[in-house]
Every structure is written in C-alpha cells, then in structure tokens.
C-alpha cells in the first residue's frame, strides 16, 4: 500500500470480509439468547448485516474493487471469544448479559471500521460513497444502543 486510496480499499475489503464472518456467526448468537427480545434483536441485526455486505458491494462495485481478498482477523478473533464464551456453563441470564457484552465488542469494532472508511471516503472526495458508509456507521451505533438498552433494561439485572 503506497496511497491512501490503497489502504482504503484495504479497509473496505477487511470490512466485507467482517460482514461475511457475522453473517454466519449472528445465527449462533440468536439460537444462544435466552430472551425473545434478545433472539428478536440479534435476527434484526443478521438482516441489517446483510443489508451492510449489499452496500459495500455497491461501492466497491462504484470504485471498481473487488471486495474478497482480505480477511478479517479481528473480527475472526471476536467471534472465537464470543464462540468460547458460548460454551462456558452459566445460567440463561448470565448467558443472555454476556451475550450482549460479546455482541457490543463486534459493534465497537464495526463502528471503528466504518469511521475510518468514512474518513478516508470523504478526505479521497468520495463524497457519495462516504454518505453510504455513513448509513451503515450509523446503523451500527443504533444496534449498539439497542444492546446496551436491553442489558441496562432488564437482562444485566436478571443476571445479578
């Protein structure tokens, strides 16, 4: 990488790849949660993560990149934890209040990601581009405020 338009192809291609892995990974998620809100909120969260790969294949395709080639070590890292996590002996509560815990750490992530992709879009003058990526950080803090309400709600104290 010798530009900073090399290294935000990369970051777009590392963020496809992150898509992918949570696609097949939110499956897991909503089979472990033990409350329907929660189950109901990781399944929103597969159809808007789909709705993210879709959009960053629309700009990949707008800039003419190829968006498979990279893969996501971080977010392969953050879904082994949570997959580890998983398989620890806990109550249904405790399970559904660390569920959310590993779930924000993937949404911190993307939000990081998607923040950096939207600065590189707007400081390259893709300005276009940079308004889709911003849909999806955006949609990224809303599934992160959603968890957090749910933990401070109701889930964190049941797991007391």
Do not use: W
């Amino acid at each position: 990488m010798k530009t900073l338009k090399d290294l935000f192809e990369h970051q777009l291609k590392d963020l496809y790849s992150a898509e992918e892995q949570l696609i097949n990974a939110l499956p897991k998620m909503v089979e472990n949660a033990k409350d329907e809100k929660l189950k109901k909120a990781f399944t929103d969260h597969l159809e808007e993560t789909k709705g993210h790969k879709r959009r960053l294949e629309e700009v990949c395709d707008e800039l003419g990149i190829d968006p498979f080639g990279e893969t996501c070590k971080a977010m392969q890292g953050l879904i082994k934890e949570a997959e580890s996590f998983l398989k620890e002996d806990m109550t249904d509560a405790v399970k559904n209040a660390g569920i959310i815990g590993e779930a924000q750490r993937v949404e911190h992530y993307e939000i990081s990601g998607y923040g950096t992709v939207c600065t590189y879009a707007e400081e390259l003058g893709y300005n276009d581009i940079a308004k889709k990526l911003k849909k999806t950080l955006d949609e990224e803090y809303g599934s992160d405020d959603k968890l957090k309400k749910l933990a401070k709600d109701r889930l964190n104290e049941k797991a007391m």
